[in-house]
């Protein structure tokens, strides 16, 4: 009995990283985004911003029905822009829908993941929201590597948070081992 408990501590432990940025702090986690309780989590959208599969699909699921109602008086969504929702089922109150560059390795693709981060940020500035949720966005069906996404993703956040302070947690939640530790690998450098 003991040692199944302290194997999962362990496991635990190592599936959770956090860095500060001012006051605010920015975690790494292992998980299931539609089961986060942050004030707002993002969803990787396409520009209909239909329930689809991937993170979409289960946020759609988690969230509900009125989740697509909403989304479809929204008119879509350009690459790199966000839209807000309400979270209807979920635990989250705001729904942020972002959309991600489709890899195709240029100099544009970089710009947009970016803009995808902080507009998402922004957005939820604005909303007065304190706590935020992110998938990995665009390192699934639309083929972005997870180390230079890492990388684009964990500089805009930091960025953004030693000039907001406003935002009090980010947290970035990873669905697999390998994405989580390459973005854990990536937060180090800022340690
Ligand atoms: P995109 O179209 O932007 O690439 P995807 O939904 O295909 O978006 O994938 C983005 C990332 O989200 C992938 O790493 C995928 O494994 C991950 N993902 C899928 N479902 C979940 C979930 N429930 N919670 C967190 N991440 C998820």
């Known amino acids: 009995m003991y040692s199944s408990f302290s194997t999962r501590q362990k496991?635990?432990?190592?599936?959770?990283?956090?860095?500060?940025?001012?006051?605010?702090?920015l975690s790494i986690i292992k998980g299931d985004i539609t089961e986060q309780k942050t004030d707002a989590i993002v969803n990787a959208a396409n520009q209909q911003?239909?329930?689809?599969?991937?993170?979409?699909g289960a946020i759609h699921r988690a969230?509900?029905?009125?989740?697509?109602e909403e989304c479809k008086r929204l008119?879509?969504?350009?690459?790199?822009?966000?839209?807000?929702t309400k979270g209807y089922s979920l635990y989250a109150r705001f729904v942020i829908h972002t959309v991600g560059p489709v890899f195709n390795n240029t100099e544009k693709n970089k710009t947009d993941l970016a803009d995808s981060y902080r507009n998402s940020l922004e957005i939820a500035k604005n909303h007065g929201i304190k706590s935020i949720s992110f998938p990995s966005i665009s390192t699934g069906i639309f083929g972005y590597?997870?180390?230079?996404?890492?990388?684009i993703a964990i500089s805009t956040i930091t960025k953004f948070l030693k000039q907001n302070q406003e935002i009090e947690l980010v947290q970035?939640?990873?669905f697999d081992d390998s994405s989580y530790n390459i973005f854990a690998l990536e937060a180090e450098k800022y340690q």
Do not use: Y
């Open 11 to 25: 496991e635990r432990s190592i599936n959770v990283m956090e860095i500060k940025v001012g006051k605010s702090k």
């Open 63 to 68: 969230a509900g029905p009125a989740l697509w």
């Open 49 to 56: 911003l239909a329930p689809g599969g991937g993170v979409a």
């Open 75 to 84: 008119g879509g969504c350009k690459t790199g822009q966000a839209q807000i």
């Open 145 to 151: 590597p997870v180390g230079q996404a890492a990388e």
């Open 172 to 174: 970035i939640v990873l």
